[in-house]
């Protein structure tokens, strides 16, 4: 299928390539306006970074010379009307076991132009760009976003999974006793090998580049990965729940900066309710009422 990015004579502004040098603080409000009601506290902070890129003389030295190499979104498309940035489009780099792919992201078109076909030409001219580069093309979109999910299959795209991701708010602590069989006590380092199996059951190589669980190195139990963690400044916890005297799921804390902590857990493909609700309790009796949790 051929791809073009020609738009008709009566759609507002034009197509051009991203200028990271003058279009990044436009972009993250744009991006903003969007998504509004569905950016956490990590996509805020990434806007906040492109905002803070874009007022960095050091790093708008140096980008430009690195567009292709760098996980970041520094190339791309917007949509120009009037001078006013009303779409855009990033496309982001990455390796992955030797294979090139390109992540098309910040699909975004300003409510007052939507339904003119911008964000599918947009799409379009990012699908045709990682094409010349002979790149694979990968990208995100929310399931609740059925139109932006429909130009995506007519332009080819393939589902190939789902991530679901969890957050448990700043909550009052609820203490239950726990079912007789179940038992929670600190990782072995004999559970390790489970506790790694299970976790790349539940996040399949093909698709954690973009959003990895933490590596081999930083939750292992052996000394190597202990002096990985102090000297990368990793702060972990882990737990293990035993039902009937059998390893029956693992959890993992990340202890961060911000008042969200994440969660790995890491549970046979059917567990059971109680161990999911015991392990999940343990984090919030662990970090507290104050801090949300995310899974």
Request: aromatic share 8%; glycine share 6%.
């Amino acid at each position: 299928m051929e791809l073009t990015a020609s738009a008709s004579s009566n759609m507002p502004g034009q197509l051009r390539p991203l200028n990271i040098l003058r279009d990044l603080s436009a972009v993250a409000d744009l991006v903003e306006i969007c998504f509004s009601t569905t950016l956490d506290a990590e996509g805020r902070s990434f806007l906040e970074q492109m905002r803070h890129n874009a007022r960095d003389s050091r790093f708008l030295h140096w980008a430009p010379g690195v567009i292709d190499s760098v996980s970041l979104p520094l190339s791309g498309f917007v949509w120009e009307d009037h001078g006013k940035i009303i779409g855009n489009v990033s496309l982001i780099p990455y390796r992955k076991d030797g294979r090139r792919i390109t992540l098309i992201a910040n699909v975004a078109t300003h409510p007052e132009y939507r339904r003119q076909g911008i964000g599918r030409l947009l799409t379009e001219s990012a699908l045709r760009r990682a094409r010349e580069r002979g790149d694979e093309t990968w990208l995100h979109v929310r399931a609740d976003n059925p139109s932006a999910i429909h130009i995506y299959q007519q332009l080819g795209f393939q589902e190939r999974a789902r991530r679901t991701s969890w957050r448990m708010r700043p909550a009052e602590i609820n203490t239950e006793d726990l079912p007789a069989g179940l038992l929670l006590r600190p990782r072995r380092p004999a559970d390790w090998e489970q506790q790694r199996n299970w976790l790349e059951h539940a996040n399949p190589q093909e698709i954690n580049w973009f959003s990895p669980p933490p590596s081999a190195a930083a939750i292992g139990p052996q000394l190597w990965n202990t002096l990985y963690r102090a000297l990368n400044d990793v702060h972990l916890q882990h737990r293990a729940a035993d039902w009937e005297n059998s390893l029956a799921g693992t959890l993992t804390m990340q202890e961060t900066s911000s008042s969200r902590q994440a969660l790995w857990l890491a549970l046979p493909p059917h567990p059971r309710e109680e161990i999911i609700r015991a392990l999940l309790m343990e984090a919030r009796q662990r970090f507290g009422r104050a801090h949300s949790l995310n899974l």
